[in-house]
Nanobody, 124 residues
Framework: VQLQASGGGLVQAGGSLRLSCAASGRTISSYSMGWFRQAPGKEREFVAAISRSGGSTYYAESVKGRFTVSRDNAKNTVYVQMNSLVPEDTAVYYC??????????????????WGQGTQVTVSS
């Protein structure tokens, strides 16, 4: 499966963005999906994940209550709605797909496929 992340940009603190991850090649209903981010000089970190059906979602503590992950399997797309953005959210955001039955979707190593990333910059 190929993943294409989009929707990044420059936004002021307190603003919102919605990132999309469009899949092609296979239906994403077969995959659990995750979002990760990497800021300059830092390691890639978990942001959010969603199960195949969308019935379970998981969030990093730093984004809980501000970000919402969702999926539309009919559109083969996963989203993350990001509200109340702060400068610390500035990073390249990546979507990823897990084709297995990973127990913990917070680990980047469980994912088999990655998108190319989209830049999010939050100004203070």
């Amino acid at each position: 499966v190929q993943l294409q992340a989009s929707g990044g940009g420059l936004v002021q603190a307190g603003g919102s963005l919605r990132l999309s991850c469009a899949a092609s090649g296979r239906t994403i209903s077969s995959y659990s999906m995750g979002w990760f981010r990497q800021a300059p000089g830092k390691e890639r970190e978990f942001v959010a994940a969603i199960s195949r059906s969308g019935g379970s979602t998981y969030y990093a503590e730093s984004v809980k209550g501000r970000f919402t992950v969702s999926r539309d399997n009919a559109k083969n797309t996963v989203y993350v709605q990001m509200n109340s953005l702060v400068p610390e959210d500035t990073a390249v955001y990546y979507c990823a797909a897990d084709s297995g039955l990973a127990i913990n979707l917070r680990y980047s190593t469980v994912y088999d496929y990655w998108g190319q990333g989209t830049q999010v910059t939050v100004s203070s």
